[in-house]
């Protein structure tokens, strides 16, 4: 058998060993790759003959063909060529091209093992002096290969990018982009990767050269690439403050995505079916506290911004489950106002609306006074996304759903339900024994009244770990990080949370070595434990990251955890040692390194167990007395 790869310069073997010099003659080679891409793999012999001999008269290159057969049947077995009358053609099977794994692979939808049998263009470098027919004949096949391989190196980058490797997503749309610089939907997975990872001013330096490029060509950039940049610019960026210090690596919390590639796949793929078909989807993320359910939703909700979609966040606290509608007000007045379609609101929904949240009162003036009674709460949320979805895709994601009041519940069950012929894509975290008869209900009708998916998430594996462990500690090998994943898998129960906060404090000097390990606690998770049950090792890696903020971003953690849940930022602001000036910054600064979460009514801080180490470890009960003199607020 012949295996042939001719995508980049060509490769040949012969019964898996070198072939012989003859065989690799140019005619020679060129009539058995032409063959192997002819149809049914056969060819008339005066075609072979123009093609390859067309400078010699008709005897001589009759001749030529004859001896090139032969040196092929000489070196390559007799059985790969038969000739037959007027025709030559190759027996079944007697020549592997990688062109026919590539289809292959193609039409099962594996692009990355395709992506990796390119490794340039169609018989790169090769040609046949004289021959002009087939010179035309390589070109076509350059071309089409080269569009072939353009389409799979970005179908490639764009499933990396989707299940999180954005390094690995960046590289290979980046080897698109060099085999055909003016690929938009290349630049496109280059530019959405880098943002995702927090890079916006590379992303647009990318968009830049880009525009350049094509400017030199009498061209420019697509609409969809104008669109993606125009978002880029628009998205989030912070840079850290002088007097934090520069965080990079393990340094700084925001740890790769690691582990839940196949869950941001699902979760991808339920939303493209949603933006696709134009129906409403609900997506559940289960999972103990500490999982990384937020985490998750975060990667996800990046993507979702990035093509165009309206993206809301609420989070529930404990509070809110006795207060009715709270849940609706919070999503209600998260930026749905302002988006276009929110005109088109039925004004007795504006009107009630408006009664509830100030975002709907300033964008439609007077509305107050018109306000129905709080019972059309669910209606007037009903009606407004309709009109919203009306104009664009809109995701809603509510964090700790199981805290969420009942009415609320209820209210984003009936509007999956009433819209269904809407882009609107519903993403609910909750913990996996919620005991909440409102999420069942929701869960049991996926599939059956609208699309989704249900994404249980477990601890890390310890390769997830070592994969983490190789990301915060460059200089380690082999061993040394499988040490490191091993102990901290002990310490973290193969929780997210603790890892990353055990790497970051590893990267930042804590010797695990002297400090004991005990965890987990049997039958306990994470929200379930108190700061004494856990080891020694994930204190430890809290108060050292505590250590590593600035001060001002030290000072309003502390007023937060001292506050308790959903704090606003003007109380954090009036805590001790925080000037104005600073507050907005180490706001930034704690949220930017998943200290905080932000919503519209407050900060709070992302795990409980956290908020209770700092109270139990960096709180005297003067510095708690202060802050509740200062904010007017007892914690009680």
Same mark, same amino acid.
């Given at each position: 058998?012949?295996?042939?790869?001719?995508?980049?310069?060509?490769?040949?073997?012969?019964?898996?060993?070198?072939?012989?010099?003859?065989?690799?003659?140019?005619?020679?080679?060129?009539?058995?790759?032409?063959?192997?891409?002819?149809?049914?793999?056969?060819?008339?012999?005066?075609?072979?003959?123009?093609?390859?001999?067309?400078?010699?008269?008709?005897?001589?290159?009759?001749?030529?063909?004859?001896?090139?057969?032969?040196?092929?049947?000489?070196?390559?077995?007799?059985?790969?060529?038969?000739?037959?009358?007027?025709?030559?053609?190759?027996?079944?099977?007697?020549?592997?091209?990688?062109?026919?794994?590539?289809?292959?692979?193609?039409?099962?939808?594996?692009?990355?093992?395709?992506?990796?049998?390119?490794?340039?263009?169609?018989?790169?470098?090769?040609?046949?002096?004289?021959?002009?027919?087939?010179?035309?004949?390589?070109?076509?096949?350059?071309?089409?290969?080269?569009?072939?391989?353009?389409?799979?190196?970005?179908?490639?980058?764009?499933?990396?990018?989707?299940?999180?490797?954005?390094?690995?997503?960046?590289?290979?749309?980046?080897?698109?982009?060099?085999?055909?610089?003016?690929?938009?939907?290349?630049?496109?997975?280059?530019?959405?990767?880098?943002?995702?990872?927090?890079?916006?001013?590379?992303?647009?330096?990318?968009?830049?050269?880009?525009?350049?490029?094509?400017?030199?060509?009498?061209?420019?950039?697509?609409?969809?690439?104008?669109?993606?940049?125009?978002?880029?610019?628009?998205?989030?960026?912070?840079?850290?403050?002088?007097?934090?210090?520069?965080?990079?690596?393990?340094?700084?919390?925001?740890?790769?995505?690691?582990?839940?590639?196949?869950?941001?796949?699902?979760?991808?793929?339920?939303?493209?079916?949603?933006?696709?078909?134009?129906?409403?989807?609900?997506?559940?993320?289960?999972?103990?506290?500490?999982?990384?359910?937020?985490?998750?939703?975060?990667?996800?909700?990046?993507?979702?911004?990035?093509?165009?979609?309206?993206?809301?966040?609420?989070?529930?606290?404990?509070?809110?489950?006795?207060?009715?509608?709270?849940?609706?007000?919070?999503?209600?007045?998260?930026?749905?106002?302002?988006?276009?379609?929110?005109?088109?609101?039925?004004?007795?929904?504006?009107?009630?609306?408006?009664?509830?949240?100030?975002?709907?009162?300033?964008?439609?003036?007077?509305?107050?006074?018109?306000?129905?009674?709080?019972?059309?709460?669910?209606?007037?949320?009903?009606?407004?996304?309709?009109?919203?979805?009306?104009?664009?895709?809109?995701?809603?994601?509510?964090?700790?759903?199981?805290?969420?009041?009942?009415?609320?519940?209820?209210?984003?069950?009936?509007?999956?339900?009433?819209?269904?012929?809407?882009?609107?894509?519903?993403?609910?975290?909750?913990?996996?024994?919620?005991?909440?008869?409102?999420?069942?209900?929701?869960?049991?009708?996926? *599939?059956?009244?609208? !699309?989704? $998916?249900?994404? %249980? +998430?477990?601890?890390?594996?310890?390769?997830?770990? @070592? &994969? #983490?462990?190789?990301?915060?500690?460059?200089?380690?090998?082999?061993?040394?990080?499988?040490?490191?994943?091993?102990?901290?898998?002990?310490?973290?129960?193969?929780?997210?949370?603790?890892?990353?906060?055990?790497?970051? *404090?590893?990267?930042? !000097?804590? $010797?695990?070595? %002297? +400090?004991?390990?005990?965890?987990?606690?049997?039958? @306990? &998770? #994470?929200?379930?434990?108190?700061?004494?049950?856990?080891?020694?090792?994930?204190?430890?890696?809290?108060?050292?990251?505590?250590?590593?903020?600035?001060?001002?971003?030290?000072?309003?953690?502390?007023?937060?955890?001292?506050?308790?849940?959903?704090?606003?930022?003007?109380?954090?602001?009036?805590?001790?040692?925080?000037?104005?000036?600073?507050?907005?910054?180490?706001?930034?600064?704690?949220?930017?390194?998943?200290?905080?979460?932000?919503?519209?009514?407050?900060?709070?801080?992302?795990?409980?167990?956290?908020?209770?180490?700092?109270?139990?470890?960096?709180?005297?009960?003067?510095?708690?007395?202060?802050?509740?003199?200062?904010?007017?607020?007892?914690?009680?």
């Amino acid at each position: 058998m012949i295996e042939c790869r001719v995508l980049g310069p060509v490769e040949l073997t012969v019964n898996g060993k070198a072939p012989h010099r003859d065989l690799l003659h140019k005619k020679n080679l060129a009539l058995l790759l032409y063959l192997a891409r002819s149809p049914a793999q056969s060819c008339g012999r005066e075609q072979l003959m123009a093609l390859l001999w067309p400078d010699r008269d008709e005897k001589t290159a009759r001749h030529s063909l004859r001896e090139a057969i032969r040196v092929i049947k000489r070196h390559a077995g007799e059985e790969v060529i038969t000739t037959e009358s007027d025709r030559v053609r190759l027996v079944e099977r007697a020549v592997q091209l990688d062109t026919d794994e590539l289809e292959d692979l193609r039409a099962q939808g594996s692009w990355q093992a395709a992506a990796r049998l390119v490794r340039g263009e169609f018989l790169e470098g090769f040609s046949v002096p004289g021959a002009v027919d087939f010179d035309h004949w390589l070109a076509g096949e350059r071309m089409a290969w080269g569009h072939a391989s353009l389409r799979i190196r970005v179908a490639a980058a764009n499933e990396l990018m989707h299940t999180g490797e954005i390094t690995q997503a960046v590289d290979m749309a980046n080897k698109a982009l060099r085999s055909e610089p003016g690929a938009d939907a290349a630049v496109q997975v280059v530019m959405s990767s880098m943002a995702i990872a927090g890079d916006r001013a590379g992303a647009l330096a990318q968009f830049e050269a880009f525009a350049q490029g094509l400017t030199a060509l009498d061209a420019e950039p697509d609409g969809v690439t104008l669109e993606l940049a125009d978002r880029i610019r628009k998205e989030r960026q912070w840079q850290w403050p002088e007097s934090a210090g520069e965080r990079v690596g393990a340094e700084t919390r925001r740890a790769p995505l690691v582990g839940r590639g196949a869950q941001l796949q699902r979760l991808t793929k339920a939303w493209s079916s949603c933006r696709r078909n134009s129906t409403p989807s609900l997506v559940f993320i289960e999972g103990d506290p500490g999982v990384g359910r937020s985490r998750l939703a975060e990667e996800f909700l990046a993507r979702a911004r990035l093509d165009g979609a309206v993206t809301v966040t609420a989070r529930a606290v404990a509070a809110d489950l006795a207060a009715p509608w709270s849940g609706v007000i919070q999503l209600a007045g998260c930026g749905l106002a302002n988006t276009p379609g929110a005109a088109g609101t039925d004004p007795r929904a504006v009107a009630t609306l408006a009664a509830h949240s100030d975002e709907w009162a300033e964008r439609f003036p007077g509305a107050r006074a018109e306000a129905s009674f709080p019972g059309d709460m669910g209606k007037a949320f009903r009606d407004a996304m309709r009109a919203i979805c009306g104009e664009q895709d809109v995701v809603l994601f509510v964090d700790d759903a199981h805290w969420l009041d009942a009415e609320s519940l209820r209210a984003l069950h009936a509007v999956l339900r009433d819209l269904s012929e809407s882009p609107l894509f519903l993403l609910v975290s909750a913990v996996q024994r919620s005991e909440r008869t409102e999420l069942d209900e929701m869960r049991s009708r996926i *599939a059956r009244d609208f !699309g989704g $998916d249900c994404i %249980r +998430l477990a601890p890390l594996s310890i390769d997830d770990i @070592r &994969t #983490l462990a190789e990301w915060a500690m460059p200089d380690y090998g082999p061993e040394q990080c499988d040490r490191l994943a091993r102990r901290v898998a002990i310490d973290s129960g193969g929780l997210p949370l603790l890892a990353v906060e055990l790497l970051h *404090a590893v990267a930042s !000097g804590l $010797d695990l070595g %002297r +400090l004991s390990a005990d965890w987990p606690q049997p039958l @306990r &998770t #994470l929200d379930q434990t108190l700061p004494a049950d856990l080891p020694e090792a994930a204190v430890g890696a809290i108060r050292v990251g505590f250590r590593r903020l600035s001060k001002p971003a030290q000072e309003v953690l502390l007023a937060a955890a001292v506050l308790g849940d959903r704090v606003p930022a003007s109380h954090l602001g009036a805590a001790p040692d925080v000037d104005d000036a600073s507050l907005g910054s180490a706001l930034e600064e704690l949220e930017w390194e998943r200290w905080l979460i932000a919503e519209p009514r407050g900060y709070s801080l992302l795990a409980r167990i956290v908020r209770d180490v700092i109270l139990r470890d960096m709180v005297t009960p003067g510095k708690r007395a202060r802050i509740e003199q200062a904010t007017g607020v007892s914690s009680e």
